[in-house]
């Protein structure tokens, strides 16, 4: 069983496309990290959430942590080849001290 | 900053086998995770060293264990070896252990194990 739900599994766009990532529980996360994983490399950590209602940006990249903090989402405006990669949420539920890794979103921007 | 390095980064063993892999974190790092990844399970924790003592544990059989050094690396060991047990160990160091404020963790290139 998933703590961590990661929608869609996989996603094909083109360049300039517009896309949503998607991460849900039905716990109550501490905070929640994204990462982007590489072929051949170990995930790299994009950001971190810790508020619920909290939004960051890094660049084209939009991060929103939900109120109740059970879900997160990554927005990416514009896509670019470059961001084509695995993207992994992973969250700190309150009740525990680890991290839990969703299956990831596989995601692939056609030039 | 050198940054996580795993050794190595390639493996072939067969059933029964054992084998060990390696973790140098970064420097100054005193926490050392490991996870291990498979298409079908994704990334799931095995366990966390910090100064030498595990402080975390993953839901895994005995045959997954670990070690850490004064020198803050890491090793993981898996014994008797199954085919279910080909997937990609990843480690993570961190400058602190555990904690909900969200530490940043630096993962290394992973080692891919393949168990014929």
């Known amino acids: 069983t998933q703590l961590l739900e990661q929608s869609p599994q996989f996603l094909s766009i083109q360049e300039g496309e517009n896309l949503t990532v998607y991460c849900n529980s039905s716990s109550v996360f501490s905070s929640l990290q994204w990462y982007r994983q590489e072929p051949g490399e170990g995930p790299v950590l994009l950001v971190t959430v810790v508020t619920g209602g909290e939004v960051k940006k890094l660049k084209r990249l939009t991060f929103q942590f939900g109120d109740a903090r059970k879900d997160s989402s990554l927005h990416i405006t514009a896509a670019q080849p470059g961001d084509t990669g695995l993207y992994l949420c992973a969250g700190l539920f309150t009740t525990g001290n680890q991290f839990y890794f969703g299956t990831g979103t596989s995601l692939t921007v056609i030039p | ?116």
């Not at chain 2, 054992?18 to 799931?44: A, E, F, K, M």
């Open chain 2, 1 to 116: 900053k050198a940054g996580v390095t795993q050794t190595p980064r390639y493996l072939i063993k067969t059933r029964g086998q054992q084998v060990t892999l390696s973790c140098s974190p970064i420097s100054g790092h005193r926490s050392v995770s490991w996870y291990q990844q498979t298409p079908g399970q994704g990334l799931q924790f095995l366990f966390e060293y910090f100064s030498e003592t595990q402080r975390n544990k993953g839901n895994f059989p005995g045959r997954f264990s670990g070690r850490q050094f004064s020198n803050s690396r890491s090793e993981m060991n898996v014994s008797t070896l199954e085919l279910g047990d080909s997937a990609l160990y990843l480690c993570a160091s961190s400058l602190i252990a555990g904690g909900p404020s969200g530490q940043t963790q630096y993962f290394g290139p992973g080692t891919r194990l393949l168990v014929l």
